[in-house]
């Protein structure tokens, strides 16, 4: 069993909205996160509750919002619903119930990260991960239907702090403000902005 909290911002575009093609760019050299990634989730009317089937494997993942601190921003143009939220993880095959119930998704992720040390942030190479710091990662995400025929549903840019818990909140900041210079013109907006369950 693995628990992880994490401060996260996260945006949604839809397919044809003219910002993904820049964004597309901006991560055009970003390594990918491998294969495009199926995952189902289970159909629940909470908005800050999310559970998972990890990649059809036998890893269960609940997600569940702590905290909605409101918007904030990154840049004068980028502005997001910061959230709290806590991940458990573990193997689990008691969850598979041929399907009823879960909404299948595909992702396809390009990722970057960050690291944050003494204040400065630095765009990691190579293997080697930071001890805090963000992964910032634009995903396309699919609706998957009961045959298998992938449709096309979105976009998500995300920001997600990881390391000691007493630097998530100075890791998203640090981060988001460096990353989003890069893209001084580039406008998210809070409409664009909720949680991923």
Sequence with gaps: MHLHESFEVRWFLPV???RVQRLTSWFSGAPSSGPPRTDRYL????ADLGIKMRGGSASLETKFRRCAFG????SPTILGELERWTKLS????DADDGGRGWTTLRKERRGRVFGL???RVAEATGERIPGAGCAVELTRVDLVDGKGTAAPAAWTLGIEAFGPEETLLEALYGVGRAVFAEQPDLRLEAADSKGYP
């Excluded at 159909?43 to 909470?46: A, D, E, I």
């Excluded at 573990?90 to 095959?93: K, L």
């Design 16 to 18: 044809d909205d003219a």
């Design 43 to 46: 159909r629940v009317q909470r």
């Design 71 to 74: 918007p904030i921003h990154f």
């Design 90 to 93: 573990h193997r689990s095959t």
């Design 117 to 119: 040390a003494s204040g």
